[in-house]
């Protein structure tokens, strides 16, 4: 997942700074479709996880905290970064 998203920012970049082109149309497609399936892999993620119990953490209370607000952290970037 992660290299699916920065491959859709690397792809992102380069294709701005090309003038309008086939070239740049064509990678705006791959741009889209690749996105797409980004937006469909978090949201079965997101349903998986929302569907299955959570395993218990033998964590200090500020450890569990801090590591279920970074994976939520992370949950909402990904939705947010297309």
Known sequence: MAILLIGLIILGLYMTSLPISLEKLKLYGWHKEYGLLALWL???R???RLGNAVPV????LWERIAARGVH???MWLCLHCH
């Open 42 to 44: 978090v949201i079965l």
């Open 46 to 48: 997101l349903g998986w």
């Open 57 to 60: 953490l033998s964590l200090p």
């Open 72 to 74: 939520w952290a992370f």
